[in-house]
C-alpha cells in the first residue's frame, strides 16, 4: 500500500490542523493505520493509530484529548485532527500502516512521506 499524506502547515499556539493520510495500491480496509513524528533532534515517535474498521484507537499520552484519529475506508484515508496545538507537536508528521494495528504503534512496514507541521508561540 502506498500513502500520501498533506495537510500539514504553519500555525499559532492554540491552533487546529486536520492532517489526511490517501491510501492507494491495496485495500485499505486491511490496514491499520496511524501517525508518527520527528521533530528536529528527536527520535522519531509513535502518536496515534487506528484499526482497519475504527473500533480501536490509540495515541501517545501527549496527545490524548488534543488529537484525533479517524479513518473513512471508502475514501482510503486516515485522518488525524490536532486542537489545541502546542509548540512542542513542532514535527515532520508520517502517515503509517500495517496489516497489525498493534505493528502501527512500533514498527509499521509502510510509511508516506513526511508533513511539516510547525506550532509558533
Known amino acids: 500500500v502506498q500513502l500520501q499524506a498533506c495537510g500539514g502547515g504553519l500555525v499559532q499556539a492554540g491552533d487546529s490542523l486536520r492532517l489526511s493520510c490517501a491510501a492507494s495500491?491495496?485495500?485499505?480496509?486491511?490496514?491499520?493505520a496511524g501517525w508518527f513524528r520527528q521533530a528536529p533532534g528527536k527520535e522519531r515517535e509513535f502518536v496515534a493509530a487506528i484499526s482497519w474498521n475504527g473500533g480501536s484507537t490509540y495515541y501517545v499520552d501527549s496527545v490524548k484529548g488534543r488529537f484525533t484519529i479517524s479513518r473513512d475506508n471508502g475514501k482510503n484515508t486516515a485522518y488525524l485532527q490536532m486542537n489545541s496545538l502546542k509548540p512542542e507537536d513542532t514535527a515532520v508528521y508520517y502517515c503509517v500502516a500495517d496489516g497489525s494495528v498493534v505493528k502501527v504503534t512500533t514498527e509499521p512496514n509502510y510509511w508516506g512521506q513526511g508533513t511539516q507541521v510547525t506550532v509558533s508561540s
Open positions: 495500491g491495496d485495500t485499505f480496509s486491511y490496514y491499520g
